[in-house]
Structure formats: structure tokens, C-alpha cells
């Protein structure tokens, strides 16, 4: 097992397993600086949406940087993934990479230090990323490969399993409001293993795991036709799963999926979900553990 990562947005460019690629990446590091679709990068400060590119924090109103209508995406145009991370320190099983955010970029109040861990333990890969903010910040990161497990067939016949029978509500604009959903209502009911190309719509949900918060039990397995399984351990309270309908050139659409676990969405705008503010005294930490087995194809 082996990885390749990458100063810029702390993209993860590659991961191979006995020489099959388990993740979607370009082979040139420069088509990474126009990437639209975050691929194998560490996104935030804030993950996944935020409604109206704002948010009330201690009384005051924090504009943010609009790049998704009229909404923040990933922390904006130039969030963690579009940022240069300094790589600290380099061994064969471990490599430390870290990012200071200034007070009001993107928008958001605070400065902040990241810190990224990657750490490959055959057949594990640990991300352990954790913040320190120098005021109370809305924080939550999410890693965002897109998984193949040796595929080059795209995803749809991969079987997939969550720890999870709800996911939360949408608006039109994909923004979570507050309401929660039954899967199985939904056609989108993953409790049990089964086939991606089986859901009722293309997948780019919020599930909310029963586990969330533990790491001794899987919040997600995915398994390839091929044989190869992956078991997806998290900190996180659930994940946004993406059947990456809208992927372009070079990449076929479904080419891969992401699973990408970290706070709830937009909750900085809503009171009903857990907090994701963070202060010098509560910083920020998230450990995500994948481990690959294999079977008989």
C-alpha cells in the first residue's frame, strides 16, 4: 500500500493498494490548481453548505465568500482546498502537513492553525486533522476522495452499507434547513448493504450515523465487484455520500463516490443540529480510519 500527497489543498493524489488505484487523481499535480470538484483534498473551514453565505455568531453577522449560487460551498473560492499547506514532516508511514487560515479569510472570523496527520499502516490509512482557533469559529473539515477500489467501471454495481437509516432534509438548493428524513422512505435506504446504482435518486445526502462520535464500530463499508472492501471508521455524527452524478472530463460521471464524514451542514444557521463552533478551550479534532480487505472477486 502506498499514497502520494500533495502541498496544495492537502489533496491526497493518489492510493493504491497492490497496484490498483483506490481513488480517482490526476497524474499531473497541476491540473489540481483548477480542480472544481475537490478531488482527494481536505475542504473547509467549513464543510459541505452553507445557506445565504452567512451566519450570526455572538450577535454579529459574518458575510462569507458566495461560490454556489448564492451560497458557500466548502468553505468558498478559496477555502482549505485552494490553500498551500506546508508540509512539516515526511517518514515512509507518516506525513504531517499543517495550514495557518488568517482572521477573515473566506470570511470567517478567526485565526486558525490546521494540522493534517495521514498515517498508512497496510491495510490502514488514518487522517487525524485537528484546529486551533484563536476566537470561537465555526469549524468542521471534510476529506474528499472519490473511492474506486480498483474500479474503472464506475461505481454504480458497488455495494454500499451505512450505519444510518435517516439523512437531512434539502431545499432546492441543497441547503440543510433543519428536517430529517426517513431513508427507506426515501429510496435511499443503505442499512443494509446495497448495490449505488439501486438508490431512488443519484446520492448526495447527509446521513446521520447511529454510531456517530465512536470509532470502534464501522460508520460505512464499501465493496467493489472486484473484491477489494473498504470499512470506513469515523468521529464524525455522519456523511455526506456523493455518487459524483456531475463528474466531467477525464472523469466519467460515477466514476467514484465520496463519503466524506464531518458536522452537520449549514449548522451554523441552524439551532437544531449540534454546534460545530470551536474555541481556543474546545479546539477541533476528527479521526478518519480506512481499512481495505479483500475476498475472492
Avoid at 462569507?64 to 490553500?83: C, F, I, M, V, Y
Wanted: proline residues 8%.
Amino acid at each position: 500500500m502506498r499514497v502520494s500527497v500533495l502541498g496544495h489543498g492537502a489533496v491526497t493524489q493518489g492510493w493504491w493498494y497492490k497496484g490498483r488505484a483506490l481513488i480517482l487523481g490526476y497524474d499531473d499535480p497541476l491540473h489540481y490548481l483548477d480542480d472544481p470538484f475537490y478531488r482527494g483534498a481536505i475542504v473547509g473551514r467549513v464543510a459541505n453548505r452553507i445557506g445565504g453565505a452567512g451566519f450570526t455568531l455572538d450577535g454579529a453577522h459574518h458575510a462569507l465568500e458566495p461560490n454556489d449560487g448564492p451560497n458557500t460551498l466548502h468553505g468558498g473560492p478559496e477555502g482549505l482546498s485552494r490553500q498551500p499547506w506546508q508540509i512539516e514532516r515526511v517518514s515512509p508511514r507518516e506525513a504531517v502537513l499543517a495550514h495557518v487560515s488568517p482572521d477573515g479569510a473566506g470570511g470567517f472570523p478567526g485565526t486558525v492553525r490546521f494540522e493534517l496527520r495521514i498515517r498508512l499502516d497496510c491495510p490502514r490509512l488514518t487522517y487525524s486533522i485537528s484546529a486551533w482557533p484563536g476566537r470561537p469559529t465555526p469549524i468542521s473539515i471534510a476529506q474528499h476522495n472519490y473511492y474506486t477500489l480498483g474500479s474503472a467501471r464506475g461505481i454504480s454495481e458497488h455495494r454500499l452499507q451505512l450505519a444510518s437509516d435517516r439523512h437531512l432534509e434539502l431545499d432546492g438548493q441543497g441547503i440543510a434547513r433543519g428536517g430529517i428524513v426517513d431513508s427507506a422512505s426515501a429510496g435511499l435506504d443503505f442499512s443494509s448493504p446495497r448495490r449505488i446504482g439501486q438508490a431512488a435518486t443519484d446520492l448526495d445526502h447527509f446521513f446521520l450515523f447511529r454510531t456517530g462520535g465512536r470509532l470502534d464500530q464501522p460508520v460505512a463499508t464499501l465493496a467493489a465487484p472486484s473484491g477489494l472492501t473498504m470499512t470506513v471508521r469515523s468521529d464524525q455524527p455522519g456523511a455526506q455520500v456523493y455518487s459524483a452524478a456531475h463528474l466531467s472530463a477525464p472523469f466519467a460521471p460515477h466514476a467514484g463516490v465520496c463519503i466524506e464524514p464531518s458536522g452537520h451542514p449549514n449548522a451554523p444557521n441552524v439551532a437544531t443540529f449540534p454546534s460545530i463552533v470551536c474555541t481556543p478551550d474546545k479546539p477541533y479534532h476528527q479521526t478518519l480510519v480506512l481499512e481495505i480487505s479483500e475476498t475472492g472477486a
